[in-house]
Each structure stands twice: as C-alpha cells, then as structure tokens.
T-cell receptor, first 112, second 119 residues
Framework: GENVEQHPSTLSVQEGDSAVIKCTYSDSASNYFPWYKQELGKRPQLIIDIRSNVGEKKDQRIAVTLNKTAKHFSLHITETQPEDSAVYFCAASKGSASKIIFGSGTRLSIRP | GAGVSQSPSNKVTEKGKDVELRCDPISGHTALYWYRQSLGQGLEFLIYFQGNSAPDKSGLPSDRFSAERTGGSVSTLTIQRTQQEDSAVYLC?????????????????FGPGTRLTVL
C-alpha cells in the first residue's frame, strides 16, 4: 500500500524567512496530494492541494511542487508569519474513491 | 451548516473494556474516514467508507478494532479489550464524494476527535 514519508519532523525559521517541507510517496498510481495544517488543539484543515497533471500550484504565500518521476512533493511557505506556526501534514491518494494516507507531520515554529 | 461531530469528546476506560466511538459526518458526504493520532504523532489511517462499497479496512491495527457505517451516515468505531497502547485521539473525517466535478469534492472535513485514555 501507499507509504508517505515527510521531513523534517520539526522546523524552526525566523519570521519573514521561507519554510520548505518535503514528502515522498511510494505508489506511482497516486495522483492527488493535499496538505493539511493543524494548529495547536484544533483539527486539521486543508490549505492547498495538487493533482498529478500539474507540477506547481500557488496560493498567496504558499506553494506546492510535484515531481512525479521522483515521487516527491514539497510545500513552500514564503514570508512566514507567527500564525504559520502549526503542524503540517502532507498526504497522497489515488484519487476518486481511494483512501488518503498522511505523512508523519512537520511541526513548524516561527521565531519572532 | 453543521460540521463533523464526534462523541464522546473524552473517554477514559480500563484496560480490557470495550469502547464505542461515534462519528456524525456532514450531511450529504458519502466518504467517511477514521484516523488515529497518538500524542505528537501523525495521522494514522484506520478505515475508509465510500458510499455502499465495501470499506477499506487495511489500516485497522488488529482484529480488536472494527467499524461500521449505518445507512451511509453515522459511523461507529469499536475497540474491544482495550489496551494502553490504544490511547490516542481518534479523528473522523468526511468528504463530499468520489469525483463529482464539484469544487472541493475531496477535501476532508475533520471532527473534533475523541480522546481515548486506557488506564
């Protein structure tokens, strides 16, 4: 079955700097890659997703890139702000009617 | 509208007892997932229901775990003969459907979770 590996497990960046979180997946049939953000004490929420027919997607300060050949995808957060502090999860799925498998999470801390 | 709800919010039980956790998905969502989150850990997939199809049980850690979904709506996760390692937050999530063409059809909406503590 699908296995998603995520790193780093913890990341601390200076406010205003960029943060990058990387994930790899094992099942070449996976074609949908969402990212979820979980703030302390709250439930995970979708922040951005990408499908395998595109290589990059941007939404304001966040962007995701996908390399299908290498089976890895990354989350990029620019101009980080204190409210970006949270745990971020990548995930992979074969799409319609398939389960979504999550990575182990990255705890991002923004230093003032 | 109402989001995903779960009950109870907290459950403390003794080792060896059975527990039932309930999830009420968003109305109209045909996909329902159960995940387990141990303290400071990731989201471990347990089971996935999609409409009337047979559930994907590939994530259930042992035969002590089972789940059902009645009438395509409410789901119950049952853990028999609980062990201390079962202590975790159990999260339920629902999503709209397999591909329908509607925007956001595959976004997972999570419930608040049930915190299970096995003494």
């Amino acid at each position: 079955g699908e296995n998603v590996e995520q790193h780093p497990s913890t990341l601390s960046v200076q406010e205003g700097d960029s943060a990058v979180i990387k994930c790899t997946y094992s099942d070449s049939a996976s074609n949908y890659f969402p990212w979820y953000k979980q703030e302390l004490g709250k439930r995970p929420q979708l922040i951005i997703d990408i499908r395998s027919n595109v290589g990059e997607k941007k939404d304001q300060r966040i962007a995701v890139t996908l390399n299908k050949t290498a089976k890895h995808f990354s989350l990029h957060i620019t101009e980080t702000q204190p409210e970006d502090s949270a745990v971020y999860f990548c995930a992979a799925s074969k799409g319609s009617a398939s389960k979504i498998i999550f990575g182990s999470g990255t705890r991002l801390s923004i230093r003032p | 509208g109402a989001g995903v709800s779960q009950s109870p919010s907290n459950k403390v039980t003794e080792k060896g007892k059975d527990v039932e956790l309930r999830c009420d998905p968003i109305s109209g969502h045909t996909a329902l997932y159960w995940y387990r989150q141990s303290l400071g850990q990731g989201l471990e997939f347990l089971i996935y229901f999609q409409g009337n199809s047979a559930p994907d049980k590939s994530g259930l850690p042992s035969d002590r775990f089972s789940a059902e979904r009645t009438g395509g709506s409410v789901s119950t996760l049952t853990i028999q003969r609980t062990q201390q390692e079962d202590s975790a937050v159990y999260l339920c999530a629902s999503s709209l459907s397999p591909f329908t063409g509607q925007l956001g059809w595959n976004e997972l909406f999570f419930g608040p979770g049930t915190r299970l503590t096995v003494l």
